[in-house]
């Protein structure tokens, strides 16, 4: 078993910048790939960014491409999102997950609670 925390959510208006953290303590990271999705309101959850377990191979939505940067740092056993020039249709909760498939866009194991953004207009 696989617990992950999301943590970094917030509100910030649109143009600004989050970035949202997802950790575990139970287990190394470094053999999962991990993602990053979102689900708004009323809206099924969406793929947003994926990386590889070694980090060296990245995929985005075509909606946050050159905005948003995934990220890892094994040794720290975390994953990140950096999100940049937030609009407000990115207002949704963020879920990390982790797995070992490889349509990584869809398929993973583990899955994080969840963290709130919200871009205010």
């Known amino acids: 078993q696989l617990q992950l925390v999301e943590s970094g959510g917030g509100l910030v208006q649109a143009g600004g910048s989050l970035r949202l953290s997802c950790t575990t303590s139970?287990?190394?990271?470094?053999?999962?790939?991990m993602g990053w999705f979102r689900q708004a309101p009323g809206k099924e959850r969406e793929f947003v960014a994926a990386?590889?377990?070694?980090?060296?191979?990245?995929n985005y939505a075509d909606s946050v491409q050159g905005r948003f940067t995934i990220s890892r740092d094994n040794a720290k056993n975390t994953l990140y999102l950096q999100m940049n020039s937030l609009k407000p249709e990115a207002t949704a909760v963020y879920y990390c997950?982790?797995?070992?498939?490889?349509?990584?866009?869809?398929?993973?194991?583990?899955w994080g609670q969840g963290t709130q953004v919200t871009i205010s207009s």
């Open positions: 990386i590889s377990w070694s980090g060296g191979t990245t």
């Open positions: 139970q287990r190394a990271i470094s053999g999962y790939n």
């Open positions: 997950a982790a797995g070992t498939s490889s349509t990584w866009t869809k398929t993973y194991t583990y």
